[in-house]
């Protein structure tokens, strides 16, 4: 057992050693039968990004395909992935070619299958009397869980297709990665501050979030998490952040010991007090003279707005320059899926059982994005990863922003909302499609009315009540019909209950509420 001091832990965690003597032990098995019980473990803090080199290659049998002649570098793929496993480059025209005559057959079979010409990087810069670049999609099949939210998201393009891993072999996927990491990274020259969405291609933004958290497949929280680092590693680099985490899905999924996805420095905090932790490391820096450092709470709709609330709403009502990132399930995932007061009406969950006396959660949901817009000159953004503009817009906003901030993010959880592995972006685009989870930004620098300072930009049909398709109404009784929480409500022919109804006009409601206050109405 160590006798050193717990001011000397740091000087004992040397990564490689952690490594070593650690990570392979749990690796090859053999960590529960000897870890020694050192200071390290003791005090179960773990070095930075060693989720890095966690294995997920055995979990799933189905892994994405690229097909080169159909992508178009949108970069959806690699945006909306939740475990860093699917990652773009852009080499440059010259290189690749130079690459391709030295190469011997299998380095030049996938040099040709990763890399292709596209518009964007190839026609473009040309244009631009820049070198043509070569776009190329890698995945890493230790990081892939299978999950197929690359496919999803992809759509009309179909430039991937889940494929069973025999089809080509793991090993020809690890060298196709292996070439991922030997190519140099993205220059600059190709990355248009002005286009978010290729912010992934900047190294740092990438590598803030290695993969290997230990989340459910498709979890639609971890995107929002990568998200958010990226968008604020692409501006003002990689030590400019600091992550306090309240207790809850996101502490289990990237502190699984030994696994550390985040390169940032992050703490866990209780369940309800995350917010107040927040304001302390905010305090403590500013003395430092870090003041240009981003503090960032990160929390669950049970950890924030729930019994975390009283917390968070004390630091907003402080104007310190604190970011909180609300990750909205509408459901405690962490504890089995019971209600919080984010849940809709008559959606079944643990404490909320659909029965003969009660059909479904009976409480109205909390609004908080409102509530927050009621403290003084807090900037509030209500957005999904799905729109990754709008979303990359309000972190970027909040980053700005001299006082608190409050993103409450859509996050979908597969296994509590009944849907699929791959569907959470899907799931996220059709809540703001029904006026289920409204877009919006509030930003006290656009003026001194409510009406001026909060934007429903982004929804559909902003003046009417709700969007259209097929000539019909598109209602939150149409986005209910998708999910099994609550599936009990819908008779055999999809006839829905008359708790479905009242749903129904209690988001129609929030979303008139919201277009008054934007002067809409």
């Known amino acids: 057992m160590s006798t050193q001091a717990p001011s000397d832990l740091f000087e004992l965690l040397d990564v490689e050693d952690f490594q070593k003597r650690i990570i392979d032990g749990y690796n090859d098995g053999s960590a529960e039968l000897g870890l020694e019980a050192d200071l390290s473990v003791a005090r179960s803090v773990i070095p930075p990004g060693t989720a890095s080199l966690r294995d997920f290659s055995y979990i799933g049998p189905d892994i994405p395909a690229f097909d080169r002649s159909n992508c178009v570098a949108c970069m959806?793929?690699?945006?909306?992935?939740?475990?860093?496993?699917?990652?773009?480059k852009v080499v440059g025209q010259e290189d690749f070619q130079n690459r391709l005559s030295t190469a011997d057959e299998e380095t030049k079979e996938q040099l040709e299958h990763h890399l292709t010409e596209t518009k964007k990087f190839h026609t473009v810069p040309q244009k631009k009397g820049i070198e043509a670049g070569m776009f190329g999609i890698f995945?890493?099949?230790?990081?892939?869980?299978?999950?197929?939210?690359?496919?999803?998201?992809?759509?009309?393009?179909?430039?991937?297709?889940?494929?069973?891993?025999?089809?080509?072999?793991?090993?020809?996927?690890?060298?196709?990665?292996?070439?991922?990491?030997?190519?140099?990274?993205?220059?600059?020259?190709?990355?248009?501050?002005?286009?978010?969405?290729?912010?992934?291609?900047?190294?740092?933004?990438?590598?803030?979030?290695?993969?290997?958290?230990?989340?459910?497949?498709?979890?639609?929280?971890?995107?929002?998490?990568?998200?958010?680092?990226?968008?604020?590693?692409?501006?003002?680099?990689?030590?400019?952040?600091?992550?306090?985490?309240?207790?809850?899905?996101?502490?289990?999924?990237?502190?699984?010991?030994?696994?550390?996805?985040?390169?940032a420095p992050w703490m866990n905090s209780l369940f309800e007090n995350a917010a107040t932790t927040a304001a302390g490391v905010r305090l403590r820096w500013d003395q430092l003279g870090w003041t240009d450092k981003k503090v960032w709470c990160i929390g669950g709709d049970g950890g924030m707005l729930d019994i975390g609330f009283q917390a968070m709403s004390r630091v907003l009502s402080s104007g310190m320059n604190v970011n909180m990132l609300v990750l909205d399930t509408q459901v405690y995932s962490n504890t089995g899926g019971q209600t919080s007061t984010a849940t809709f009406l008559g959606?079944?969950?643990?404490?909320?059982?659909?029965?003969?006396?009660?059909?479904?959660?009976?409480?109205?949901?909390?609004?908080?994005?409102?509530?927050?817009?009621?403290?003084?000159?807090?900037f509030v953004a209500q957005t999904t990863p799905a729109h990754i503009n709008h979303f990359y817009r309000s972190i970027i906003a909040a980053?700005?922003?001299?006082?608190?901030?409050?993103?409450?993010?859509?996050?979908?959880?597969?296994?509590?909302?009944?849907?699929?592995?791959d569907m959470s972006s899907h799931q996220a685009?059709?809540?703001?499609?029904?006026?289920?989870?409204?877009?919006?930004?509030?930003?006290?620098?656009?003026?001194?009315?409510?009406?001026?300072?909060?934007?429903?930009?982004?929804?559909?049909?902003?003046?009417?009540?709700?969007?259209?398709?097929?000539?019909?109404?598109?209602?939150?009784?149409?986005?209910?019909?998708?999910?099994?929480?609550?599936?009990?409500?819908?008779?055999?022919?999809?006839?829905?209950?008359?708790?479905?109804?009242?749903?129904?006009?209690d988001r129609l409601n929030n979303w008139r509420q919201l277009q008054e206050m934007a002067g809409l109405i």
């Open 429 to 505: 685009k059709l809540a703001v499609e029904t006026r289920t989870f409204p877009l919006l930004i509030h930003d006290p620098r656009n003026g001194d009315l409510l009406s001026e300072r909060l934007s429903l930009k982004g929804n559909p049909a902003l003046k009417e009540n709700w969007a259209q398709r097929d000539d019909k109404d598109l209602t939150f009784i149409n986005f209910a019909a998708t999910e099994g929480r609550f599936r009990k409500h819908f008779d055999a022919e999809g006839n829905p209950s008359e708790t479905m109804k009242a749903a129904e006009m």
């Open 139 to 263: 995945v890493d099949p230790t990081k892939c869980k299978g999950c197929g939210e690359c496919v999803e998201v992809c759509g009309a393009h179909d430039a991937l297709k889940m494929v069973e891993k025999e089809e080509k072999g793991l090993d020809w996927y690890n060298k196709g990665f292996q070439l991922y990491r030997d190519l140099p990274a993205t220059d600059n020259k190709y990355i248009n501050e002005k286009v978010l969405i290729d912010m992934m291609l900047s190294q740092d933004a990438v590598d803030t979030f290695t993969g290997g958290a230990g989340s459910c497949m498709g979890c639609g929280e971890v995107t929002a998490l990568r998200m958010m680092l990226a968008a604020t590693n692409f501006i003002y680099g990689p030590e400019s952040i600091g992550l306090i985490a309240a207790t809850g899905c996101n502490t289990v999924y990237a502190s699984t010991y030994p696994y550390n996805p985040y390169k």
């Open 347 to 378: 959606q079944e969950a643990k404490l909320s059982m659909h029965g003969k006396a009660t059909p479904g959660k009976m409480e109205h949901r909390k609004e908080a994005a409102q509530i927050c817009m009621m403290h003084p000159n807090v």
């Open 76 to 88: 959806e793929c690699v945006t909306e992935c939740p475990d860093t496993a699917i990652l773009a």
């Open 399 to 421: 980053n700005e922003y001299d006082g608190p901030s409050v993103i409450i993010v859509y996050t979908t959880c597969q296994p509590e909302h009944g849907v699929g592995d």
